[in-house]
């Protein structure tokens, strides 16, 4: 599985960014989605994932402003990120596999993409 990422760049605070990670192979519908960040310096974190079944994960810290998705048909995952604060700053990273048990931490994902950068304004 290979995963592209995109839609990152500058907004300002309270804005909003929808990011989108387009995935290839035909076993897309079937696989666990998840979203990382990273700032330089700072160990991952787990943003939101998503399971084949439905099962939505969230990060405290964005809980109620970003919503993740998917569209099977058109291989994408999904990432909308509303009221946007400048601690979400960072570099976002898609994340697959065909079955997660610990959602929240990154090794347990085998297929990552390239990230995107998103910087948030004051």
């Known amino acids: 599985v290979q995963l592209q990422a995109s839609g990152g760049g500058l907004v300002q605070a309270g804005g909003s960014l929808r990011l989108s990670c387009a995935a290839s192979g035909r076993t897309f519908s079937s696989y666990f989605m998840g979203w990382f960040r990273q700032v330089p310096g700072k160990e991952r974190e787990f943003v939101a994932a998503g399971s084949r079944s439905g099962s939505i994960y969230y990060a405290d810290s964005v809980k109620g402003r970003f919503t993740i998705s998917r569209d099977n048909a058109k291989n994408t995952v999904y990432l909308q990120m509303n009221s946007l604060k400048p601690e979400d700053t960072a570099v976002y990273y898609c994340?697959?596999?065909?079955?997660?048990?610990?959602?929240?931490?990154?090794?347990?994902?085998?297929?990552w993409g390239q990230g995107t950068q998103v910087t948030v304004s004051s």
């Open positions: 994340a697959a596999d065909s079955s997660v048990t610990e959602v929240t931490i990154g090794s347990k994902y085998t297929y």
